[in-house]
């Protein structure tokens, strides 16, 4: 199936996402038709490199297309400007040109490094995603955000650039470690929580079907959460309204994945910052009672960690996310549901709400 990203700024960037089990094996005539290009560099990390890059490069050599394999080693630890300009400067050893186009493949770091070489590339190339992670698939592949991780935080410098075409073959899941599956299925389950109760409901009880990655749960899952961020992000492509709720469970979240020192993946991050976000939204009279239990039990079904590292001090995680782009003076601004598949915001109120620190942290500290 299909699902186009129907931008409003910039109607020209307006793209498709095609999900399909097996569209991989048909990469040749998908270029053709949405990026034809005179060379293509295939970007990707050691591990996927491996599995999947060389069959890549030979069924496009194949179709009588030239591409070159360019891999740096996996890990977030690798997302940096160093991995960037080594990339930028092999494909200008390679002699690309301008009319050449980079398919970024594996999981989310592969997408905003290789997209971020896209985006800067002779002052930009065409980029077409190729996830291979779930949470590659249902998020970081979707929104056009690219770039890499600075000493002074993640994620710091990088572009807007908007592929041409996302392709997402739920098959290249088979390979993929059951921690990383269970992390992008944290993402999977803030989508249900933001948009869409009946999806929430499908992770509840489906849960043991995803886990064991059988075919028609995956599909169904990739296809629900492409559509609901991808719905959110046509809607605010710079990140300057709605797409605030996208959010929910990443302002505990990112301070948890910075206090662990990225020990904690950004999923589980995510996981537990949901569970202590919603108990605050009822704690503060957003959330109805039972909302941040029905989301604590379906994480737990989904093999994700609800509670906070004990190592974490409460007044470290403060000043994290006082640190984050969202705080200021002694508030922090957060994105909360109302109920399972409801937003606040919803009713025309803003979409995030600014909580005094002290509250977090009685939620942090007592729960
Ligand atoms: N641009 C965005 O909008 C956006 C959104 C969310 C997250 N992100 C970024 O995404 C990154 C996290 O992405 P991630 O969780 O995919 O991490 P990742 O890219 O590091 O992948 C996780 C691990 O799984 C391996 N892997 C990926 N696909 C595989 C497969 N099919 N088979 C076997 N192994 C496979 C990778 O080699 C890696 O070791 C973070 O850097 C985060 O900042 C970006
Ligand atoms: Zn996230």
């Known amino acids: 199936m299909t699902i186009r990203v129907p931008l409003i700024e910039q109607r020209d960037a307006s793209y498709d996402i095609l999900i399909k089990a097996g569209l991989v094996r048909q990469l040749d005539a998908i270029l053709k ?18 599995l999947y890059g060389e069959d890549i490069v ?14 740096f080693a996996a890990g977030e630890w690798n997302k940096t400007r160093e991995t960037w300009a080594a990339l930028s400067d092999r494909m200008l050893v390679a002699q690309l040109g301008r009319d050449s186009a980079v398919i970024a493949l594996g999981g989310g770091v592969v997408n905003d490094v290789a997209g971020f070489v ?43 650039h908007q592929p041409r075409v996302v392709i997402a073959d739920p098959d290249l899941l088979g390979s993929l470690a059951s921690v990383q599956l269970a992390a992008g299925l944290a993402e999977a389950v803030k989508h249900g929580v933001i948009a869409d109760a009946e999806y929430f409901a499908f992770l509840e009880a489906e849960y043991a079907a995803i886990f064991a990655k059988h075919a028609p749960a995956l599909e169904r899952l990739v296809r629900r959460s492409v559509e609901i961020k991808a719905a959110v992000v046509a809607q605010d492509e710079r990140e300057q309204g709605r797409r605030a709720i996208l959010n929910f469970g990443h302002t505990v979240g990112h301070a948890i994945e910075a206090t662990s020192k990225y020990e904690v993946l ?26 941040a239990q029905r989301i604590t039990r379906v994480l737990e079904l989904l093999h994700l960690p609800t509670e906070r590292p004990d190592a974490s001090q409460v007044d470290d995680l403060i000043v994290a996310m006082r640190n984050d782009k969202k705080a200021r003076g002694g508030e922090i601004r957060l994105a909360f549901p109302k109920s399972i598949g409801d937003p606040y915001g919803s009713d025309g109120a803003g979409w995030t709400v600014a909580v005094k620190e002290d509250a977090i942290r009685q939620v942090l500290v007592n729960t």
């Open 33 to 50: 038709e949405y990026c034809p290009a005179a060379a293509y560099a295939v970007i990707s990390d050691s591990h996927v490199g491996k």
């Open 58 to 71: 030979q069924q496009l050599s194949a179709a009588g297309a030239r591409a070159e394999l360019l891999t």
């Open 118 to 160: 896209a985006a800067t590339y002779l002052r930009g190339v065409p980029l077409v995603q190729v996830p291979t992670s779930l949470l590659a698939m249902i998020d970081s592949s979707i929104g056009g955000k690219t770039g890499v991780d600075v000493p002074a935080g993640k994620n710091l410098l990088g572009a807007f």
């Open 266 to 291: 950004h999923g589980e991050a995510v996981a537990i910052g949901m569970v202590y976000e919603s108990r605050l939204a009822e704690s503060i009279g957003i959330a109805g009672a039972g909302t």
